[in-house]
């Protein structure tokens, strides 16, 4: 993934397994596999069937857990959570899976998206004697469940659940009990899966290949299944209604060997660089993607133009978080830490640029004068997926409207700010049928609010774009 010189952020991923001996370490595989979803901190709570156990910390998976800390995570159920913070700010408090003790028993929660109606809710509880410890949404959910007590927990979690509004993947565990839910439009991806006898929960299937599961089926939209002992129990929280699964996920976020609702994420996009490729074609010598997430579109609209494709641009895997990044004076030197371009392949040619989106535009322009300063004849930008103009509100940093190149600029004026001899995006009906092969309409695919301003939830008046929040 590129988020950093993109500014466009994954939201988080959930990982759990009931019925297995090694859970906590199962869990830190599954959630080493999501690590692209969130690297601000984790966490993985335990239960030997008597108690929960946590352990969280800010930073990767690496940084948080120890090989003796995972030891001490002994139990046959663990649920996990890759943070990036969206709602609420970074501190400890918000780091998930977040625990609640009472004197019937403990509840721990860990939760990928964002509530739309966040605020209103905890000024509701606030004003009825709550007193909310963290700044995170997921909170008010714990306290809703907690209010409800008098019902048996599944009745009262799916009680809660019918409260609140947004993008939900949730993943609750008891001492003897894990409870999985997704929202009523099914905007964040989650699956479930299994290992020999175990059960297994994910945000993407590329964690069930990483520790041998196998998948199962998508948890579907408004549902609860409650994880025990006894089996898988499926219960509904909301009737169902059209799936509107984020766009974004098949994209940019979701690793291209993870499978989204059945459909590969590496396919998908490669269908996207075919569909560019017939909607806005240009001569040209090579194609080349911008790593990792552009390359499998890229080689999507070579395959489709007949233009070689070459690795026209070299990632360095070795840039970590704590890495001393150059100046502001430095970088203007041509220091470059994160992107390389690879003269050999672009001196002299008429290149095209294929990138899965432009947020800022910033990074756009840096990479066109990157290949330009390496000899490139021609830069032509090809986007694999429509201008984002709309901020989101499900839990994704696609920055403020303000931020948002599209939101503000024709594409022509795009063209000359990013230095490109042509620009071209994909539009949103390419990218629907690109991801649904004709099985839905426009109207019924995907969510695509960031393109079409469409937000297939009412937004509260009260809502704030959760990165203005801070
Ligand atoms: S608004 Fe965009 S980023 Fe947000 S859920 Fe919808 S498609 Fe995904």
Not at 296 to 303: D, F, L
Not at 305 to 316: D, F, Q, T, V
Not at 447 to 452: D, G, Q, R, V
Request: aromatic content about 6%.
């Amino acid at each position: 993934m590129f988020g950093e010189i993109k500014s466009l952020n994954e939201e988080c991923g959930i990982f759990g397994v009931w019925g297995h001996p090694e859970s906590a370490q199962l869990t830190y595989y599954g959630l080493h596999a999501l690590q692209h979803r969130g690297q601000e901190g984790a966490g993985i709570v335990t239960t030997d069937g008597k108690q929960l156990k946590l352990h969280k910390g800010h930073g990767l998976i690496n940084d948080v857990f120890s090989q003796d800390q995972l030891k001490d995570l002994q139990g046959r159920a663990s649920i996990g959570h890759v943070r990036y913070a969206t709602a609420g700010d970074g501190g400890y408090e918000n780091i998930q899976p977040l625990m609640f003790r009472s004197q019937t028993g403990s509840l721990a929660l860990a939760h990928n998206g964002n509530l739309v109606n966040a605020q209103a809710l905890k000024n509701q509880l606030e004003a009825q004697g709550s007193i909310l410890q963290t700044t995170s949404d997921t909170e008010v959910v714990a306290h809703l469940i907690k209010r409800l007590r008098h019902l048996p927990l599944a009745d009262a979690i799916s009680e809660g659940l019918s409260m609140i509004k947004g993008a939900y993947a949730f993943l609750m565990m008891t001492e003897d009990a894990m409870y999985v839910a997704n929202d009523p439009r099914g905007l964040r991806p989650l699956s479930l899966g299994y290992l020999g006898d175990s059960w297994v929960v994910s945000s993407e299937t590329c964690a069930f290949d990483i520790i041998g599961a196998k998948y199962e089926r998508e948890v579907k939209p408004g549902e609860l299944l409650i994880i025990s002992d006894e089996g898988v129990e499926s219960r509904r929280f909301s009737a169902p209604i059209q799936r509107t699964l984020c766009s974004m996920e098949y994209v940019y976020f979701s690793r291209p060997d993870s499978d989204l609702d059945g459909k590969n994420v590496h396919a998908s996009r490669k269908r996207m660089g075919k569909a560019l490729a017939q909607e806005a074609p240009i001569e040209a010598d090579v194609v080349t993607g911008v790593p990792d997430s552009s390359i499998s579109a890229a080689i999507g609209y070579a395959e489709e133009a007949g233009i070689p494709y070459e690795l026209g641009l070299i990632k360095n895997r070795y840039v970590g978080r704590t890495f001393i990044q150059p100046s502001q004076e430095l970088r203007e030197q041509g220091v470059k830490m994160k992107l390389s371009p690879v003269r050999g392949i672009v001196e002299g040619k008429r290149v095209v640029m294929v990138d899965d989106s432009i947020v800022r535009g910033t990074t756009s322009r840096r990479i066109v004068k990157m290949l330009k300063d390496a000899g490139a004849k021609e830069v032509h930008v090809r986007i694999a997926s429509p201008p984002i103009k709309n901020p989101c509100y499900y839990g994704i940093d696609t920055s403020n409207s303000g931020e948002l190149i599209a939101a503000n600029h024709s594409i022509e004026e795009m063209e000359e700010i990013i230095g490109a001899d042509s620009l071209s995006f994909l539009t949103p009906d390419g990218l629907n049928k690109a991801i649904y092969q004709g099985e839905d309409s426009l109207e019924h695919g995907g969510c695509m609010a960031c393109f079409t301003g469409n937000y297939p939830t009412e937004i509260y008046p009260n809502t704030v774009h959760p990165y203005e929040k801070a």
